[in-house]
């Protein structure tokens, strides 16, 4: 080996157009966005839960990759009990957690497990799984 081929990297760069970086950055964004936007933005109006007897909102929802519905709409001031059906073998839906509630409920596959809560003020309550990837909310009006 000469002291020339040495010093000779191995890979060499290749410029690229200034209008394709600014392209792959632009595409880059968009995406990031894009997911951002799957993962924590709102989707829908949301479901309002049934109102059953002596005033107890009611509402099953279902796991299964996610919250169906994740967006849940009662009415402030009264009681709410929530059915979760799971049905997603993931191990990170097996718990969902209502932290201001200060509440977690185990969700066992294949069983509809419920939580009761009493949403005081309107507002929106956040919910999620252990792991805060899976996200619903309880919003109060």
Do not use: N
Request: contains cysteine; glycine residues 10%; neutral net charge.
């Amino acid at each position: 080996m000469t002291p020339h081929e040495a010093a000779a990297p191995l890979w060499r760069s290749i410029p690229q157009p200034l209008a394709l970086q600014v392209l792959v950055a632009a595409a880059g964004l968009a995406l990031i966005a894009a997911e951002l936007w799957w993962f924590l933005g709102p989707h829908g109006a949301g479901v309002a839960a049934d109102e059953g007897e002596q005033g107890m909102q009611e509402i099953t929802i279902t796991v299964q990759g996610g919250y169906l519905p994740s967006r849940i709409r009662v009415k402030a001031g009264r009681p709410v009990r929530l059915l979760f059906h799971r049905t997603d073998p993931s191990g990170c839906v097996a718990r969902v957690i209502f932290p201001d509630f200060q509440r977690s409920l185990d969700l066992p596959l294949g069983a509809t497990t419920s939580i009761e809560l009493r949403p005081e003020r309107p507002g929106s309550y956040p919910f999620h799984c252990g792991m805060a990837m899976v996200r619903g909310s309880l919003e109060a009006e």
